[in-house]
């Protein structure tokens, strides 16, 4: 499975920006996580194969929505209400057979993209 990720950029407090995340390949679950200088790798939102079942990290509960579009296997997170806090590089991440959970844990993800920058000032 390749994932590759577009969408991103800098934005001001406030402002709005979508990600977007291709997966060749079949996948069950996709997700989107976040990494920050100097903090782990943590969670935001996933979603089961055709959007049935979706999870949110608290902090973007309310100004995240995360969809996917089971014809081409992409996710999408667009993001609103984005705060400086929102600074990160963001991954998208998938799992072929297992079904997502309110878990968000990096390591039962084994498919990862490149990454995309997201910086709110």
């Known amino acids: 499975v390749q994932l590759v990720e577009s969408g991103g950029g800098s934005v001001q407090a406030g402002g709005s920006l979508k990600l977007s995340c291709a997966a060749s390949g079949y996948t069950y679950c996709m997700g989107w996580f976040r990494q920050a200088p100097g903090k782990e790798r943590e969670g935001v939102a996933a979603?089961?194969?055709?959007?049935?079942?979706?999870y949110y990290a608290d902090s973007v509960k309310g100004r995240f929505t995360v969809s996917h579009d089971a014809y081409t296997n992409t996710i999408y997170l667009e993001m609103s209400g984005l705060k400086p806090e929102d600074t990160a590089m963001y991954y998208c991440?998938?799992?072929?057979?297992?079904?997502?959970?309110?878990?968000?844990?990096?390591?039962?993800?084994?498919?990862w993209g490149q990454g995309t920058q997201v910086t709110v000032s």
């Open positions: 979603i089961n194969r055709g959007g049935i079942r979706t």
């Open positions: 991440a998938a799992r072929r057979w297992i079904d997502c959970s309110a878990a968000l844990t990096p390591r039962d993800f084994g498919y």
